[in-house]
Every structure is written in structure tokens, then in C-alpha cells.
């Protein structure tokens, strides 16, 4: 409602002085201030805030009268009673100075501001005052009140008496009422015999008067608190009569509201008691209190000291209180805190030492609220001002607070529900979102224009295809509007402001005329003559409808009421205004579809209907009266009408589902008449109009029925007239917001699948709720409140000196005010199961699922009732919690839900709630079959505390196992964690999981990617290599501790048993890929576990079948024979070159010994000729199809140097791939041409090329084969290397393994398994595959020596061990493993041969995109 903003500011004074001020008083316009010193008065002008008269008593009359204690205004701000210590009254007369002013504006030469226009110089300039005294009047008794009463003053005094004094005749006017003599009662019922006040010494402390109560509101000097009224209109003892409130008997000081009728009485407990009268007894009725929770101020609860002062805002939404002992706090008018200084940064400084809290003398509010000036007295008996050195003008003891404040403060029917608008004295903020604009694109060329001009504006969220939920909650910033300085300085202050339907333009109405501002040009639109603008007064506030501005405002030349709507595209000028003259001065106004409904001074309300016309070039709008309805008999004053505003919402929603089109119609009117909400429905008992007949405007002019009230202590109304037939709930929903008690939603309940609804259900339900912030707006679909919180920044650490201890930065805290967002579903679906309204709200649920934080509320919603219920000291007889639980399981989410509420709570009240929900051990089991292995961890952390250790070791196996056959590595490192920890007795404390992703988690060989895998094998280490001399050092992973010290451990065994038994799985499954995952994620020894598996699962029983299980894995095509090669026009051998048969050649051994392949290093361009080094063409071609530069910029450059160079970031899945991402397919033909003549490239050949490219796989593939084939050849499975050699089609590797199987003592079974292996290979080529023959025949020789090997074995050779010499590398591979570096964030060592490689490699392969295995991309040179 209010918030404060920035630092306070001190005013300055001019005048020497040695005396503090002890009091200030705004006049009623709020446009002067009067300080009280003790032997002064000032007069101050409010802005610029500068001082324009001083009267100094002179000290002969200073003792004679004593020091002056309190000052108060004369209605029409032209007199001044100031009372003083012994009991004089002195009225002074202010004189004004016509025509003249203590200063004058000096323009810029060339400014646009015209001298000669009127009211100019008043506004910007003080005027010159004069202060006379006039009268002298002595009461001879101590004044404790004065109290401005229409034309009269009301004066207590200290011996009983209450004097009435008229401002004009104050002598012969003089009537003098003994307190004594006035009856006092419980209420106005009750006997008058008697009278309760009938003490000597009983005076009044302090008053003050109700206009709209007619009365005063009194705090006697013995605490007790009534209100006096007089019972005619003669104003003597005999016809006053008292009620009193019996509750309080400690009463301090009291304000009073009028637009509310409230009594706020301070209390010396520190508390404020609000009553009201109740009008049918006319006794007091207390409405609410006031007060500082212990639960929010603990420290300082209780210790605040008696109320001291109690200030009303001018609008009467805010409330300021005070205390002895010090302390600011902001009230709404029912009792929500906005600000309290005694807790926060205004209490403690940055360092943590507290501050003495702000002790205040007196107080009073500025114009329109936007300033709190006050008189602070915490330094007024210590200090005197002094001069400083250069003899300036020294700060004394008035700050001035400045405040922002909500649109709805002033303009509560404003038209926009959904935006947040708030106004200050000069700007205003707004949060620019897009909801409205998305969800009722009423016009839709300004909605497709406004996107179009948001997606570049400077407050632009990016995501407008979102539901506008991220413009309007993405972030805490606001959109700051600075209001026109021209128009602001002639008509200072903001009264009104308004915000269209679509958030893009904003209206403001000062003193005189209006503006309006669009937030997609970024300019202001000011009326072009200042005559019609300085004539125009804004009574009722301003609405928008469509592209129109709605005002009703009084006309100064003609004086006439008047309601003008203006078009917003043309100019501002009463020539394209409709102006329809008005009966009576109209108070509020607001709008409805095409309705408008204006509250006017004579208590009747006006309804219009409004219609756009396109008449020439701008269109117009006009109006046409409606209905008037008379509300004279219900309201007793027309300004307690805080807003009046037409809905749809109705009692009868089952009519509804007969006549849905009625569903939009103005049903019904809502008068917020001082906090009590009334309902006046359209009366259908009658005959009721078809839409057929003559005229269909018939039906608007239905009569309405006498009023309902339907709720108490209203602050706020919100409704919306849209239609969205899945949340009818929240749309036809009325909300309200009732100050300290929270919120209400009058809910529609519908009867389910249009079945006849129960006689004895009712058709709508109030339901209450409390919420956290102050609701400023309602987002109805999204189910979220929008409202504004003031936060603090401390910035006393930038002033250390000594001498910057007084200063403002360092006594406060700068002020900021931030936008918040509440969602209030769970309170609603609460309350609705708390009345058995189960179905309903299963409905409303249902129909706000999509919403993105649905889940979110279902968890508040348990978590709410769980903490209430397993908390509660008294044995619940109906608990809530099994319901909650029940409904939950409705929605899918139900396992989520739970788990995250149990969590997110302690230990002591799971049992409460698992026996609501049911058993953690089924829970986790559904989890386990609905797939959903994230839930079913977090149910094992409960079963992990709830269960013994057992239990949870054979759940997190299941759940292990599980994860393992779905690749969720990440979760299997957490629960090989999981069962390390249940294993070495760390169960005390439960592992966590992290939210996080670890560094290690995205899929892939993540070693892979920093480093480069060396086979640096020439034909002579070959036959050593079998010894398993490791050049590859596995990394620990996250779970590298499990392989070092304890490797004993009972439960690393039970763990490595359940990896090897799903390594051989996917071993015989032929799941190499799976496998290479597995084992990089998890840190797996492959190598150690593939030397112990060689000759069991590590076997390949079936070649064929494994070739073609890898051909699929890896997406690798098969070979196929070109066409060209069997019927070729080309056959001659004239085109013969060297490419085809270097081609051919490149297959065989000698080429292939020296084969390279290292994607890193060659990320530079090579410039080396192609057909130059022929002979190393298949080099070449490997080396270019898998790295080189971007594809975009690389094809046909020169053709000679990139003919094949694609990016890294591609891979080449076939010949079709490049013609695709070729610059070729754009028509660069001409670079062809001009390189053709150097080629002597026939077609045959490039076919020939093409065709060697589409045999070969995806890069990522290839370098995962080459890794699979070191990890084999490693551990010696050599049939698994023949297996992949025939994959890739290199005969290098095919002599590398036969060569192994000459020089040492292999197994026979081995070759014979390889030897059948092939030839089954052979036939399958033969009849299946003959893409597979040239490269069989081409491996022939080296098969046929492997027959005779086979041949020359020995048979008992079969079942020999091993070589001896490798024994103890295969036996311990764990005592390698601990070479690796044990902590998976560190680069695992590489080979001293690679070491430099991977260095440079390191940043490079960073920066790629894609990795082998998934996610990353890897290095690999074989050299």
C-alpha cells in the first residue's frame, strides 16, 4: 500500500535559533506547515519545502504566557490557535500577500514555459505570508487538547471543562461544557440516568473529531477511552451523550478515520486498539488491535514503551504509529504491517552493534501522503543548534520521509487487475509485464505491434511466447516511469494514476488537467493548451477502456460536472474529446467491458454504456446513460464509498450452465462502503427479455435487488471479466484483501459433469486465507497475488569518521522497494478439504495443473498440514493430513511430493506422516516400477534412517542395479557411495544427494577428451606388447577411494561383484558402446577385468553376428562395392590414374603401418598438396573426414588444400552428408571449374572417393572404435581386435594381432576361435555382405599364416598358463591403478609418449562440441 523510499531528508533552517522545535502541523490543504518552537511559530511552505514567516514572542510576553505546546488550523487555512503552557489560546491571522512570492522561477532561454499563463508563478513559488496576532484568550486551566470542529474550536482543559470557541466571535461564542455533567454508557441504548464519568479529577488527555461519525473520539487522563457525540445539533452538556469502551483502560492517544469510521486509541502496552461504532446500538465495537508480534520482533516485543502518537495518511489507507521509547511502524487500515523500524537494518548497523531507535516529538502527514514530516526527539534536549564555522544555515530536528504508494490507495477501481502500479510524488513504477496482454489479446493490432516493439525494447524479458508469467515474476526490478516535469510543476501532486489493459500506457492526473505516457514510444502526451488543461479538475478518478481515457472531472470555466473520454492516439485537446455533462459531482468511477458506472456526491450510481465510433479520421467514443440507481437509504455519507465497481459475479452459478453468454454480463454492483463489502444484484425474479425481441439493450435495465454484505474489513477488491472455461473457478472468483486478517476468495462451486447441484450446497463459499505479503494484484489464471515489500541497504561502513556519526546515511537504511509474488492455491484447496469439499477441490486442482508450480503447491499443502498437525500439543480429533495425503494421490506427482515434503522436514515428524501416506519400503518400490530412479533414491535416503542397515543395502541394490541398466551413471556414482557408506558404518550420517551435476556426470569416456590414447606400435614392440605393458592409466573417477586403500573391504567386493556382473552382460549382450560408457562413467577397470575375462565372457562366440551388432552400434554402414567397378565405361584403364589404384593399394600393410589419426593438432588447415603425396592418400583422407575447420566455410575453397576438410563439430555420417552442408549446393560451381583444370580427376575417381568417405562411420564413432580397440588390445582379447579391425577396414590392425599370435605363446583355442571366426566372416561376405570381399583379399596372405599356426600348435600347448612375465600386471591391476589420479577433477596421467600431445590438446578439445559416447569429444592419435 505504502512504501518507504530512499534516505529521510533534513530540512534546513535559516533563522538563528537556540530553541528545538517540539511540534508540527499541516494545514488541511496540505500545502503549508506550521513548527512550534517554544517561543516561536513558522510557517513552512510544503514544496519546495522552504520556511516563509517566523513570529518570535518577545520574552516579557514569552513568561506571562509560558512555552507554546500545540497549534491548530482553521478549516480554511487563514487562522491559527496555538496554546500554550499556562492556558492561554493565541490566534494569529495569516494575511496573504496578494501577486506576491518570496521567489521566482528563472527559465533557459528558449524554454517552452510561457510567463503569462495563470496559476504559473503560485504553483512553483512560495507566496508571501504575513503572521498577526489577533486574540489573547485565557482559560485559566491547563490545555491538554485542542481540536479544529467545522467552524468551531473544541478546547480541553486540565480542570474537567470542554470549551467550544468560535473562530470569528470567539468572544460572545464561548461555551464552556463540565465533563461531569455528560452521561456515559455502554451505548446509546441504555438508560441515560446517571452518569459513569462522575469523578472530580477526570480530564480529557487528548481528542479529536469524526466528521462522518459526528463526534469525538476521547482519551481521558485515566486511561479510558469513549466516544462523545452530541445528540442534536445544539452542542451543550445536556445534549451530549458518551459511550465508552469497556476493554481499554489504558489509553495513551487517539486518531480517527473518516472514510473508514474508525477510532484508533494507543495503548500503554504498547498495542493500538481500533473500534468502530456499531450503528444499530451505537456502542463501540472493536474491530482489531494493532500490535508488534513476539514471533517478528522478539527482542523488542513488549519493550516499545506507550503508544506516543497515532497519524492518519490523508487518503486514509495508512496508519503511522509511534512509541515513548522510540520507533516508526506503517499500518494498513485493517491492520497489515508494512514497516516497522525497529528491527532490520533501521535497528542494527552493519557491524551488528544496535542503534537507538528514532524517538519522535510529533508528526504529520504532507500532501496526497507522499511525505511524513517529523519532528525528531531524540537529540532535542542534548544538543543545540549551533552555527557552524562559514556560518550556514544549520540542520535541525524535522526530517522529512518520503513515501511511494499504490495506485488502489487513491484510484481503486483502476481498470488494469493484473498490473502492479505504484505512484510516487514525481514517477511512477510499474511492473511491465505481459499476462494481460497474452491472455486477452482484446486488440489484437496493438498486441502483435507490441510484441513486435517488446522483443527490442530495453525491459524486454525475451520469452514472449511464455504465458507472461516470466515478465511479470522473472525479476525484482521495476520499470520506472519520471512523470513530465513541465506538466508536474504546475500541478503538483499526483492525485490519480491509471494503467491500460495491455500494461503499455499509463495516465496521471495532478492538481489540474491529466497527461499520459505510452511505454512503447517512451514520450508523454501533455495538452497542447494550458488553458483547457488548467481548467479541468479531476474529481473521480480516471479508468482506461480500450485506446480511450475515462474521467470524470469539474469543469472551472463552466462549473459543471462533466464525464470526457479522450482518445489517446490524438492529440490532448478538449476539440477530440466526447464531454457529457453530469448531474451531480462524481466521487469514483470505474469501468466494466463496454460499461462505465460513476458513484456520485448525491449517493446514486450512474451506469453508461460506452461505444467506439470511427467517424472520419480518429475515432471517436461515445456514451449513453444506462440506469441510475439511488444507494441514498444504505449510504450515510457519500465519502465513506471507498470503491464501487460492476462484476459478473452472482450467487445463482447454476444459471450459468443454462445461458453461458450471460456469464460476462454485469450481474451485479460491489460498494466497498468503509470496509464492509455490499452486493447489489440485478433482480431476475421478474419476467425476464429474450435476446429476440425489439430491443436487446433491454436486459441492462434490469432493476437490482436490496444489498447483501458479504464480507467485513475490505481493503481491496479484485475481478476480472474474462472467460476461460478451464479455470472458471479462479475467473469467476471474487478476491479480497482484508488487511491484518489476510485475504478472502469467494469461490463459485460447481456441480461436476453438469450434474443438478445439491439444494442444500451452497453456490458460492468464502474462504479465508493468510498470505505473506501485501496484495497490490490478483493474476487469476496463473493462481499467484502480485504485491511490493520495502527491503533495506545499509551504507554506514562508507562513513567511519567521528564527525559523520549525525549523518542521515548512517542513522538509516536506504529504502528500496521490491516486487514479490505469493501463490495461494494450497491455502484454497486446504480450506475447500477442511469443509469436505473434496470434489471441488479436485476440480479447481485439476483445472491448475499445467500451471509450472503445481507440484510446488501440492508440497506446501502437505507440508503445511504435516508441520501443524505432528507439531499440535493437543490431541487433534479430526486430523486433516490423511485427506491431504489422499488427494495428493490423485495426481501423478504423488511420489515426488512426498518425498520432497519429508525431506524438506525433520526427522521426528516422518513417522507422522508415512503413516498418513503409507510405508517408505512400497513408495520406493512404485517408484522402482514407474521408472522414476531419482524419487527412489531420495525414498532411500528415508528407508536409510527409518530402516536397519540391511533393508536399505537391499533396496539400493535393486535401485543400483536398475540405474546401471539404464545408464543413469550419475546416480549410480552416488549409490556406489551409498553402499560404501551403509558397508564402513557410516550410517549416522546419511549421504546426501546433490542437486547438482557433477563435473564427471555428462556421459561419454570422460578421460577421453584430455588426453590423446598413444599406439605407437612399429612392428617390432608389436611382439612385446602383448606383455600388457599399460599405456593407458585408467582414472579413479568419482569413485576412485573405492579402488585404493580399502580394497579389502567386504563391501567394495559386494559393489565390484555387481559392476563385473553387468560388464559381462553387456559384454556377451555385444554392447560395446554401453560398455565404454559404463566403464568411463564409473571408473571402471576395463582392461584388468577384460585380462581375467579373456577366456570366458571376454570370447566372441559368433563374428558374424558381432559385426553386425557393431555395424548397428555405432552406426557404422556397411561396405558396398561400387557400381563403376563392375560395368564401368571407364574400363580400359585410360582413366586408370594413380588415385583409383593408390585407392586400392592403400588397404595393404606397408601403407597402413604409419596410418594417422589425431584430431587436435590438425584443427590448422593443411596446405599440403593432395595429388603431390599421392601415396599417402588414404592418410589424407582419413585424416581430413575427421576434423579440420567449420564446414560452413570449408568446402571447395581451394579445392586442392580442403577438398574433404569438414569441422570437427560434424560428423560424416554419409557421402549425402556433405553434398548437404556444402557451399557446392549454393552454386559456387565457378571455383570448381577454375580448379578442374589443374585436377586430373575423372568422374570414376571422385565416386571412387565419395564412395571410400560413405563406408566410414560418424567421427565420434571412429574414435570410439580406435579406444575400444586399444582397451582390447591391452588385454589381450584378440578376438575382439580381428573383430574391430574388420569393422574399420585396416589391415594394419588385422598384421598387428597376427603378428602378436607368431611372435608369442598364445592360447590355441584363441586362434582357432579367430581362425573360424573368419572364415565364417568369409562365407557370410559371400552370400551377404560382398562390400566386405576387397578387403578379405587383401588380408588373405595373413589368414593363410594363420592357418598353419593353427596347424603347428601343439594340443596340450592349449591348456598352458599365460606368459609368466605378465602374470603379476594381470593378477594386480588395482596396484596399477594407483598410478591414476584419484580424483576425477584432476587430467589422469597419459603416456610419456603423449604427454606433449595432451598438453596442447587440452584447451582444444575443451572447446568441442560433441563427445565421443554421448556427450564429450575425444583425441585419439595412433601413430
Not at 212 to 233: E, K, W
Not at 913 to 940: H, I, R, W
Amino acid at each position: 500500500m505504502y512504501f518507504l523510499s530512499g534516505w529521510p531528508k533534513r530540512l534546513l533552517c535559516p533563522l538563528e535559533s537556540l530553541e528545538r522545535p517540539l511540534h508540527i502541523q499541516t494545514d488541511p490543504q496540505r500545502a503549508f506547515f506550521a513548527v512550534l518552537f517554544p517561543s516561536q511559530l513558522s510557517i513552512w511552505y510544503c514544496r519546495p519545502s522552504v520556511l516563509i514567516v517566523s513570529y518570535k514572542e518577545l520574552s516579557k510576553a514569552a513568561s506571562q504566557f509560558g512555552p507554546y505546546k500545540q497549534a491548530e488550523w482553521r478549516p480554511d487555512s487563514t487562522m491559527i490557535a496555538v496554546s500554550t503552557a499556562n492556558g492561554y489560546i493565541l490566534f494569529f491571522e495569516i494575511p496573504s500577500a496578494r501577486d506576491k512570492y518570496l521567489y521566482e522561477p528563472i527559465y533557459p532561454k528558449g524554454s517552452p514555459h510561457l510567463k503569462g499563463t495563470p496559476h504559473y508563478k503560485e504553483e512553483q513559488c512560495a507566496p508571501s505570508l504575513n503572521l498577526e496576532m489577533k486574540k489573547v484568550l485565557d482559560l485559566q486551566a491547563s490545555i491538554t487538547s485542542l481540536q479544529s470542529m467545522l467552524e468551531d474550536l473544541l478546547v480541553a482543559t486540565a480542570d474537567g471543562f470542554l470549551h467550544l470557541i468560535h473562530w470569528d466571535g470567539m468572544t460572545n461564542g464561548r461555551k464552556a461544557i463540565n465533563l461531569c455533567t455528560v452521561p456515559f454508557s455502554v451505548d446509546l441504548q441504555s438508560s441515560r440516568a446517571g452518569s459513569l464519568m462522575g469523578f472530580e479529577d477526570v480530564y480529557i488527555r487528548d481528542m479529536e473529531y469524526c466528521a462522518t461519525l459526528d463526534g469525538f473520539a476521547v482519551v481521558f487522563n485515566d486511561g479510558r477511552v469513549g466516544f462523545i457525540t452530541p445528540m442534536s445539533s445544539r452542542f451543550t452538556a445536556e445534549q451530549l451523550h458518551g459511550v465508552w469502551a469497556q476493554d481499554v483502560v489504558d489509553g495513551t492517544c487517539v486518531a480517527v478515520n473518516n472514510k473508514y469510521r474508525l477510532m484508533a486509541f494507543g495503548c500503554a502496552n504498547g498495542s493500538v486498539q481500533v473500534y468502530t461504532i456499531d450503528t444499530t446500538t451505537g456502542a463501540m465495537q472493536f474491530s482489531h488491535k494493532l500490535e508488534l508480534t513476539p514471533k517478528q520482533y522478539p527482542d523488542i516485543w513488549n519493550k516499545t514503551g506507550p503508544v506516543k502518537l497515532i497519524r492518519w495518511s490523508p487518503d486514509s489507507c495508512v496508519v503511522m504509529v509511534t512509541w515513548e521509547c522510540g520507533g516508526l511502524s506503517l499500518w494498513s487500515v485493517f491492520g497489515a504491517q508494512l514497516i516497522c523500524t525497529l528491527g532490520g537494518d533501521f535497528a542494527y548497523q552493519s557491524d551488528g552493534a544496535k542503534k537507538d531507535p528514532l524517538k519522535i516529538r510529533s508528526m504529520t502527514w504532507g500532501s496526497e501522503g507522499y511525505h511524513l514530516w517529523v519532528i525528531d526527539g531524540s537529540s532535542s534536549s542534548n544538543m543545540k543548534p549551533e552555527r557552524n564555522a562559514n556560518n550556514e544555515a544549520q540542520q535541525f530536528g524535522i526530517l522529512q520521509f518520503q513515501f511511494i504508494k499504490s495506485a488502489l490507495t487513491v484510484n481503486p477501481c483502476m481498470s488494469n487487475q493484473e498490473q502492479v502500479l505504484l505512484q510516487g510524488e514525481d514517477r511512477l513504477y510499474l511492473n511491465c509485464g505481459d499476462a494481460a496482454q497474452t491472455q486477452s489479446p482484446r486488440n489484437t493490432l496493438a498486441h502483435s505491434e507490441h510484441n513486435h516493439t517488446r522483443e527490442r525494447g530495453p525491459f524486454s524479458d525475451g520469452s514472449l511466447d511464455s504465458q507472461g508469467l516470466s515478465t511479470l515474476l522473472g525479476h525484482r526490478h521495476w520499470h520506472v516511469v519520471q512523470i513530465h516535469s513541465t506538466y508536474l510543476e504546475s500541478n503538483w501532486p499526483i492525485r490519480f494514476s491509471a494503467i491500460d489493459k495491455l500494461g503499455q500506457n499509463v495516465a496521471v492526473v495532478g492538481k489540474f488537467g491529466f497527461a499520459h505516457y505510452s511505454l512503447l514510444t517512451k514520450k508523454w502526451k501533455l495538452f497542447g493548451n494550458i488553458t483547457q488543461e488548467q481548467t479541468m479538475m479531476v474529481t473521480g478518478g480516471l479508468a482506461w477502456w480500450n485506446d480511450f481515457i475515462v474521467l470524470a472531472c469539474y469543469n472551472l470555466n463552466d462549473h459543471q460536472e462533466e464525464l470526457r473520454i479522450y482518445l489517446r492516439t490524438s492529440n490532448l485537446d478538449n476539440a477530440f474529446a466526447h464531454i457529457t455533462k453530469v448531474q451531480a459531482n462524481t466521487l469514483l468511477l470505474s469501468v466494466f467491458r463496454d460499461i462505465v458506472i460513476l458513484f456520485r456526491a448525491d449517493c446514486s450510481i450512474c451506469l453508461y454504456s460506452i461505444e467506439r465510433r470511427s467517424e472520419g479520421l480518429n475515432p471517436t467514443a461515445s456514451i449513453q446513460i444506462l440506469q441510475e440507481v439511488s444507494m441514498s437509504r444504505y449510504i450515510p455519507h457519500p465519502f465513506l464509498v471507498v470503491s464501487v465497481t460492476l462484476t459478473s459475479v452472482r450467487t445463482e452459478t447454476g444459471i450459468t450452465l443454462k445461458m453461458p453468454q450471460q456469464a460476462c454480463e454485469a450481474e451485479s454492483i460491489m460498494l466497498n462502503l468503509a470496509g464492509q463489502l455490499i452486493m447489489l444484484q440485478r433482480d431476475r425474479s421478474g419476467p425476464q427479455i429474450r435476446d429476440k425481441d425489439n430491443n436487446p439493450n433491454q436486459r441492462k435495465h434490469l432493476p437490482f435487488c436490496a444489498p447483501v454484505v458479504l464480507a467485513q474489513s475490505v481493503e481491496n477488491v479484485w475481478t476480472t471479466c474474462r472467460i476461460n472455461k478451464q479455470k472458471r473457478h479462479l475467473l469467476e472468483a471474487l478476491w479480497l484483501s482484508c488487511g491484518g486478517a489476510g485475504m478472502k476468495v469467494w469461490l463459485p462451486l460447481f456441480p461436476r459433469d453438469h450434474r443438478k447441484p445439491h439444494s442444500f450446497l451452497s453456490r458460492r463459499i468464502m474462504l479465508p486465507f493468510h498470505i505473506n505479503i501485501y496484495p497490490l494484484a490478483v493474476l487469476f489464471e496463473d493462481a499467484l497475488v502480485l504485491g511490493a515489500v520495502n527491503d533495506t541497504v545499509l551504507y554506514d561502513c562508507l562513513y567511519t569518521q567521528t564527525s559523520a556519526r549525525e549523518h542521515l546515511e548512517v542513522l538509516f537504511p536506504f529504502s528500496i522497494v521490491e516486487r514479490t509474488s505469493q501463490i495461494y492455491l494450497h491455502h484454497i484447496l486446504r480450506q475447500l478439504l477442511v469443509r469436505n469439499l473434496g470434489e471441488q477441490a479436485l476440480l479447481l486442482a485439476h483445472s491448475c495443473a499445467t500451471l509450472p508450480y503445481f507440484p510446488h503447491v501440492l508440497e506446501l499443502m502437505l507440508h503445511e498440514v504435516l508441520e501443524e498437525e505432528a507439531t499440535s500439543r493437543e490431541p487433534i480429533p479430526d486430523p486433516l493430513l490423511p485427506t491431504v495425503a489422499k488427494f495428493i494421490t490423485e495426481f501423478p506427482l504423488f511420489l515426488q511430493t512426498v518425498v520432497h515434503c519429508a525431506r524438506k522436514t525433520e526427522y521426528a515428524l516422518w513417522n507422522y506422516l508415512f503413516a498418513a501416506v503409507g510405508n517408505p519400503k512400497d513408495l520406493f518400490e512404485e517408484c522402482l516400477m514407474a521408472q522414476d530412479l531419482d524419487t527412489a533414491a531420495s525414498y532411500l535416503i528415508i528407508l536409510q534412517n527409518m530402516e536397519v542397515p540391511a533393508v536399505s543395502r537391499q533396496h539400493a541394490t535393486l535401485l543400483f542395479n536398475t540405474a546401471l541398466e539404464q545408464g543413469k551413471w550419475d546416480l549410480c556414482r552416488h549409490m556406489i557411495r551409498f553402499l560404501k557408506a551403509i558397508g564402513s558404518g557410516e550410517t549416522e550420517t546419511p549421504p546426501t544427494t546433490p542437486t547438482t551435476q557433477e563435473p564427471s556426470s555428462s556421459s561419454g569416456f570422460e578421460f577421453f577428451r584430455h588426453r590423446s590414447i598413444s599406439l605407437s606400435q612399429s612392428a617390432e614392440n608389436l611382439h612385446s606388447k602383448f606383455n600388457l605393458t599399460k599405456t593407458l592409466s585408467m582414472p579413479s573417477g568419482p569413485s576412485g577411494k573405492r579402488w585404493s586403500k580399502d580394497s579389502d573391504c567386504a563391501e567394495n567386493m559386494y559393489i565390484d561383484m555387481m559392476l563385473w556382473r553387468h560388464a559381462r552382460r553387456l559384454l556377451e549382450e555385444i554392447k560395446l558402446k554401453d560398455l565404454g560408457c559404463f566403464a568411463a562413467q564409473l571408473g571402471f577397470e576395463l582392461i584388468g577385468w577384460l585380462c581375467k575375462e579373456r577366456a570366458r565372457a571376454a570370447r566372441v562366440e559368433d563374428f558374424v553376428c558381432a559385426l553386425k551388432k557393431l555395424h548397428k552400434d555405432f552406426l557404422w554402414p556397411f561396405p558396398v562395392i561400387p557400381a563403376s567397378s563392375i560395368n564401368s565405361p571407364f574400363k580400359n584403364g585410360k582413366y586408370k590414374t594413380a588415385v583409383g589404384e593408390q585407392l586400392l593399394k592403400s588397404q595393404s600393410t606397408d601403407t597402413f603401418v604409419n596410418m594417422e589419426m589425431d584430431t587436435g593438432i590438425s584443427n590448422t588447415p593443411r596446405s599440403r598438396s593432395w595429388l603431390g603425396t599421392i601415396c599417402s592418400s588414404q592418410r589424407e583422407i582419413d585424416t581430413v573426414s575427421s576434423h579440420g575447420p567449420h564446414m560452413q566455410d570449408a568446402f571447395l575453397s581451394p579445392l586442392l588444400s580442403k577438398v574433404f576438410l569438414i569441422g570437427d563439430e560434424c560428423s560424416i555420417g554419409s557421402a549425402t552428408d556433405l553434398t548437404e552442408t556444402s557451399s557446392m549446393v549454393d552454386g559456387d560451381w565457378t571455383m570448381v571449374d577454375e580448379n578442374f583444370s589443374s585436377l586430373s580427376l575423372t568422374q570414376s575417381e571422385l565416386e571412387q572417393l565419395s564412395l571410400e568417405l560413405a563406408s566410414k562411420g560418424p567421427h565420434k564413432s571412429q574414435v570410439q572404435l580406435r579406444y575400444l580397440l586399444h582397451i582390447f588390445m591391452e588385454a589381450g582379447c584378440l578376438d575382439w581386435c580381428v573383430v574391430i579391425g574388420l569393422i574399420l577396414r585396416e589391415s594394419s590392425v588385422i598384421n598387428q594381432v597376427f603378428s602378436i599370435m607368431q611372435s608369442s605363446d598364445i592360447d590355441g583355442e584363441i586362434c582357432q576361435n579367430i581362425k573360424t571366426g573368419l572364415d565364417a566372416v568369409d562365407k557370410w561376405a559371400s552370400t551377404d555382405c560382398p562390400g566386405y570381399k576387397p578387403f578379405l583379399s587383401i588380408i588373405k596372405p595373413q589368414i593363410q599364416k594363420l592357418n598353419e599356426i593353427v596347424e603347428e600348435q601343439v594340443q596340450p600347448e592349449a591348456f598352458q598358463p599365460v606368459n609368466p612375465s605378465k602374470v603379476p600386471e594381470q593378477a594386480n591391476p588395482r596396484a596399477e591403478e594407483s598410478r591414476t589420479s584419484s580424483s576425477h577433477g584432476t587430467n589422469p596421467q597419459s603416456d610419456a609418449g603423449s604427454s606433449n600431445a595432451s598438453r596442447h590438446e587440452e584447451d582444444k578439445a575443451k572447446t568441442e562440441d560433441e563427445d565421443s559416447f554421448q556427450e564429450g569429444s575425444y583425441d585419439c592419435v595412433v601413430s
